[in-house]
């Protein structure tokens, strides 16, 4: 069974930085593109930024040049590095995946980690 699941959230002041991770486990064939997802309280959901697995990122204006997408293949694993962050940036983040499990090509959910900036 995949599962994916994030760790790095908490409670941090504004100005300061997070690194939120997310892995991939079970018998995972291919695994293609990553997201980081956010939703706030009474907000609608946001695409935070997209990774390939050749590397191609896209951030959402809202945090770009404050937060950075990266992962590692060989581990299957996604990382959100968050610089600058601000009290707006409060809201649980999901990692999101497209990949091919038992010859299904499927898009899988975390359970999301809480990030909380105090101002």
């Known amino acids: 069974q995949v599962q994916l699941v994030e760790s790095g959230g908490g409670l941090v002041q504004a100005g300061g930085s997070l690194r939120l991770s997310c892995t991939a486990s079970?018998?995972?064939?291919?695994?293609?593109?990553m997201r980081w997802y956010r939703q706030a309280p009474g907000k609608q959901r946001e695409l935070v930024a997209a990774?390939?697995?050749?590397?191609?990122?896209n951030t959402a204006d809202s945090v770009k040049g404050r937060f950075t997408i990266s992962r590692d293949n060989a581990n299957n694993t996604v990382y959100l590095q968050m610089n600058s962050l601000k009290p707006e940036d409060t809201a649980v983040y999901c990692c999101?995946?497209?990949?091919?499990?038992?010859?299904?090509?499927?898009?899988?959910w975390g359970q999301g980690t809480q990030v909380t900036v105090s101002s």
């Open positions: 999101n995946a497209d990949l091919w499990y038992r010859g299904r090509y499927s898009n899988y």
């Open positions: 079970g018998s995972i064939f291919s695994l293609n593109t």
């Open positions: 990774i390939t697995s050749g590397g191609t990122t």
